[in-house]
């Protein structure tokens, strides 16, 4: 079964970092480009950041450049994003999803992992 | 900072037809890009609902359609049933001077009368 299931997320204080994971299965996902899509309480969907298969194309939304750092370990299955200088409005249930092969679409979402960032 | 732009809400009653918009501009929509939907249940993840503006991936009954036309597309759903009340999301690719990136639509709440 295609899977992606997230982990890592919590209660952070602002200014804090958090590391969220998220582990693939059921498909090959070094021919993949990942992505990471978050969604505030009570809100719409806000895309992240996107990492290429081989980690050669990094991008990063505007909220989050400088700020967030992308990358994935093709051996291990895993994607992961590294979040510093977390601030409230980081607030959300982060997304793992999967780019479909040759469309800009997102094909496999996991579950969510929830992070809070408050004092 | 969603750039495209739907209504907040539309509802209709069991075996009716709704429709929800999505409006963009000249650097995503109408710059050619595709524009793929989801479906978000209460309290799941997003399920992508159609792709490349009218394809429905494999399980997807044919109720739901989607079309595009110059800078906005549509998500049609025929025949409503109650398992279809849910938010859904418009998402295409953003290319200007500040990037390139994915874009999601703000998101329109389905209600089933």
């Known amino acids: 079964e295609v899977q992606l299931v997230e982990s890592g997320g919590g209660l952070v204080k602002p200014g804090g970092s958090l590391r969220l994971s998220c582990a693939a299965s059921?498909?090959?996902?070094?021919?993949?480009?990942m992505n990471w899509v978050r969604q505030a309480p009570g809100k719409g969907l806000e895309w992240v950041s996107s990492i290429s298969s081989s980690s050669s194309y990094i991008y990063y939304a505007d909220s989050v450049k400088g700020r967030f750092t992308i990358s994935r370990d093709n051996a291990k299955n895993s994607l992961y994003l590294q979040m510093n200088s977390l601030r409230a409005e980081d607030t959300a249930v982060y997304y793992c999803?999967?780019?479909?092969?040759?469309?800009?679409?997102?094909?496999?979402w996991g579950q969510g992992t929830m992070v809070t960032v408050s004092s | 900072q969603s750039v495209l732009t739907q209504p907040p809400s539309v509802s209709g009653a069991p075996g009716q037809r709704v429709t929800i918009s999505c409006t963009g501009s000249s650097s995503n929509i109408g710059a050619g890009y595709d524009v793929h939907w989801y479906q978000q249940l209460p309290g799941t993840a997003p399920k992508l609902l159609i792709y490349g503006n009218s394809n429905r991936p494999s399980g997807v009954p044919d109720r739901f359609s989607g079309s595009k036309s110059g800078t906005s597309a549509s998500l049609a759903i025929t025949g409503l049933q109650a398992e279809d009340e849910a938010d859904y999301y418009c998402?295409?690719?953003?290319?200007?001077?500040?990037?390139?990136?994915?874009?999601f639509g703000t998101g329109t709440k389905v209600t089933v009368l």
């Open positions: 999803a999967r780019d479909s092969l040759g469309i800009t679409a997102l094909d496999i």
């Open positions: 059921g498909f090959t996902f070094s021919s993949y480009s």
């Open positions: 998402q295409s690719y953003d290319s200007s001077l500040s990037g390139s990136y994915y874009v």
